[in-house]
């Protein structure tokens, strides 16, 4: 499925709902930011519904406190109305994070963590589709 397979009621669903969060992600993420790389952080309310999606660019090869620095922004000034985020990162291709993806997923689960805001979930956006990258509980598990 693809944003242009989205049911029409999909602003009211949850984007911890897995069968059309990738979908919202592919909507928001415009490939010309893919292209170039970015970062997209929708931000979620009242029933971890899309409130507003934010798309920063220009970010490749920013250091870790930087890539912190990004979410604590907005956690720190926004966290207590929000009830989660989904973080999208844009790559030109692939389906396989590469260590620029992982360090932004690694940073926004450190945020969230420590501005115990949930992270409901990190995908990879490029032209080639959308995928989930492991969540926290998944981490969790695997270390």
Do not use: K
């Amino acid at each position: 499925m693809t944003f242009d397979n989205l049911p029409s009621d999909w602003p009211t669903r949850p984007l911890t709902d897995t069968d059309i969060a990738p979908d919202v992600v592919d909507l928001v993420v415009r490939e010309s930011d893919r292209e170039t790389g970015c970062l997209s952080i929708l931000l979620c309310g009242d029933g971890d519904r899309l409130l507003q999606p934010v798309a920063i660019t220009d970010l490749d090869g920013e250091p870790y406190l930087r890539r912190r620095e990004v979410f604590d922004t907005f956690l720190g000034g926004l966290g207590d109305v929000l009830s989660g985020i989904v973080v999208a990162v844009g790559r030109p291709r692939g389906l396989q994070p590469d260590d620029e993806a992982r360090a932004w997923h690694e940073a926004a689960i450190a945020s969230c963590r420590e501005h115990d805001v949930p992270l409901l979930g990190t995908y990879l956006a490029t032209i080639h589709g959308v995928v989930e990258m492991p969540r926290w509980e998944q981490l969790r598990t695997a270390g």
